[in-house]
C-alpha cells in the first residue's frame, strides 16, 4: 500500500525536527504497523517483529544518549526507511535489519572515537585551565607587588604616581574636588639611630596600617620614601582633607612602641592642599609638600593646609 509511502514520507519529515527519542518510538511505531501488514507466516513475523523493534529501540536508546556525536544517524535512518517504501515483505525487513546492525555497529565505533577523543580534550582543557589560573595568578601577584611597599604594605611611589595622575584627570572631567596630604615622622633618623632599624621598621609598617584604616575605601596611602607618606582624598575638600590628616595626627601620637624597659612614641607632621582648576598633578603634589616643610618650620606635629603655607 500507499500507506507505507505517505507514513514514510511523514517518518522522513519527523527525523528532521524530533528529538532523537521521539524519532525512535516512531521508527518503532512504524515497523510494527508495517510487519502486520506483511503476508508472511505469523511465527516468522513475530520474530522478525521483534528483532527490529529491540534493535530500533536500541538505536534511538543510543541517539538519546549520544545525541551531540550522532546528528547524522536520522538522516541515515530515513534512508533506509525510503528503501522499505514499495515493499513490505519479511525479506526487504531483513536486509533492513542487516543495514541498522551495521549503522548501529559503526554509530558504536565512531561514538567511542569521539568519547575516547572528548575525554582526551576535556582532561588537555582542565589542565589549561589550571594553567590559566596559575598564571593569572602569578601576573596578579606580579602586578600587585610591582605597586606594593614591601615593608609596609602600602601602597608604593609608582602606584601613587599612577592614581594621582587618574584622580586628578576625573577630577578635571567632572569638577570634583581633590586633596593631597603628605606627612613624615618627626625626627626619624633619631629613631632608628637610637632604637635600631627593626624597631624603626615597626614603627613605620604601623603608623602605615593605622592611618590607612581611618580612611575611607576610596582613598589611597603610599609610601612615599623613607619615613614620608602621601595621601589621595578624591572628592574631599581642603576641610575635609586636614580633619582626616588631624586625626591620624592624633592617632600617630598615642601609639605605643615597647623598646626594652623604654616605651617609644612619636610625632607626625603634615601637609594638606585641595586641587584648584588649572593646577597639574605635580603642582598639586609639590604645594603639598610645601605645606608639610611649614609644619615642620613651624614646630613640627602639626597639620598645616597649602592656604597657611602661602
Known sequence: GGWVHQE????????????????????????????????????QWVQEKEAFVRLVGELATQ??????????????LSESINR?????????????????????EDLKRGTQVLQSRLVESQQQLV???????????????????SMTDALTGVANR????????REHARSVRHKL?????????????????????????????????RAGKMLRQSDLIARYGGEEFVLILPEATLEAAAAAAEKIR???????????????????????????????????????DQALYRAKQGGRNRVVSCLEAG
Open 127 to 145: 589542565q589549561a585551565r589550571h594553567r590559566v589560573r596559575e598564571l593569572s595568578e602569578e601576573l596578579e601577584k606580579s602586578r600587585t607587588e
Open 158 to 165: 609608582r602606584a601613587f604616581e599612577q592614581t594621582l595622575h
Open 8 to 43: 514514510a514520507e511523514a517518518l522522513i519529515r519527523r527525523g528532521e525536527t524530533d528529538s532523537p527519542a521521539e524519532f525512535g518510538r516512531a521508527v518503532a511505531g512504524f515497523a510494527s504497523r508495517l510487519m502486520e501488514s506483511a503476508r508472511q507466516s505469523r511465527a
Open 177 to 209: 574636588p581633590l586633596s593631597l596630604v603628605m606627612f613624615d615622622l618627626d625626627h626619624f633618623k633619631k629613631v632608628n639611630d637610637t632604637y635600631g632599624h627593626p624597631v624603626g621598621d615597626k614603627v613605620l609598617t604601623t603608623v602605615a596600617e
Open 250 to 288: 592624633l592617632e600617630v601620637m598615642r601609639l605605643r612602641f615597647k623598646t626594652g624597659n623604654q616605651m617609644l612614641t612619636v610625632t607626625s607632621s603634615f601637609g594638606v592642599c585641595e586641587w584648584q582648576p588649572g593646577m597639574t598633578p605635580e603642582e598639586l603634589l609639590h604645594q603639598a
Open 84 to 104: 522499505i517504501k514499495t515493499s513490505e515483505t519479511v525479506e526487504e525487513l531483513q536486509q533492513l535489519r542487516i543495514l541498522l546492525v551495521r549503522e548501529a
Open 63 to 76: 541517539l538519546e544518549e549520544m545525541r551531540q556525536t550522532t546528528g547524522g544517524m536520522g538522516r541515515r
